[in-house]
């Protein structure tokens, strides 16, 4: 693609009839008010579908910078090589099950020395007519919000989700517990573990992808709030980022997909 060609599709302008097209998804990642970020996402438009994909790496220092970048490019690079249109449903979460498992032992494999420990949390999305299949390992999140109520969302891998499970304690208490931040499976470390989710998608349904920079800190009322008074992605997410910002002590990564 030339140089006119790519700026043309940056700035959502279809080449072939010369007129603006709707932004279908839109994605942030923001440092928030740590030194470093450590979260990365990906945006791609396939060749009749959509990827989209939060990381959430951990291990400190350069380390988790390190993971969540390469559980990032490893995921693309798989899914760009194997992805086509005449895949089956069952086919695209297969792919997805092996280039989580490629992303995993890469990142296990290079953790030695000033990396020893890290790992990544990693939530993807593949968006094709009307299904989404989501994979998930970690605290990452994927929610699918229609007519303003979340209808289904993914679990976390994490102590405080099996905490809320077993009734100890509630959504709310979740968000404030002191060991929120323990995660029971991810990318790189021994108790690796994806679940894969299959979604039904209608008309202006919105599927939020976010690392828990946003979710552990803004309530899902006031996501939910945005959503209702916002139109398109881009709106939605800036929105949604400066909210986090003003309370979140993380990376903030947040992708906002609304199906037409």
Request: aromatic share 4%; net charge negative; charged share 30%.
């Amino acid at each position: 693609m030339g140089i006119i060609n790519k700026f043309l599709k940056k700035i959502g302008i279809d080449k072939e009839n010369n007129k603006k097209s709707k932004i279908k998804a839109y994605g942030v990642s923001h440092k928030g008010n740590r030194t470093n970020n450590e979260d990365a996402i990906l945006r791609k438009k396939l060749d009749d579908a959509y990827l989209l994909a939060v990381a959430d790496g951990v291990g400190g220092h350069n380390a988790g910078d390190v993971a969540s970048n390469k559980a990032i490019n490893i995921l693309q690079k798989v899914i760009e090589e194997k992805y086509n249109k005449n895949l089956s449903i069952e086919e695209i979460k297969q792919l997805l099950k092996d280039a989580y498992e490629t992303a995993h032992k890469q990142i296990k494999a290079e953790a030695v020395g000033d990396k020893e420990g890290m790992a990544t949390t990693l939530t993807t999305a593949i968006i094709k007519e009307n299904k989404c299949i989501i994979a998930n390992c970690g605290d990452s999140r994927a929610y699918l919000i229609r007519n303003n109520e979340i209808i289904e969302r993914t679990k976390d891998h994490s102590l405080v989700q099996a905490l809320v499970d077993e009734g100890h304690i509630t959504e709310e208490e979740a968000m404030h517990h002191p060991m929120k931040n323990i995660i029971t499976h991810a990318l790189g470390i021994e108790d690796f573990k994806v679940d894969v989710y299959e979604w039904d998608l209608e008309d202006n349904d919105i599927l939020l992808l976010s690392s828990d920079g946003l979710h552990d800190y803004v309530k899902k009322e006031e996501i939910l709030k945005v959503i209702k008074n916002k139109d398109n992605p881009k709106e939605i997410v800036e929105n949604l980022l400066n909210i986090a910002l003003k309370k979140t002590e993380d990376n903030v990564s947040i992708i906002i997909y609304k199906h037409q």
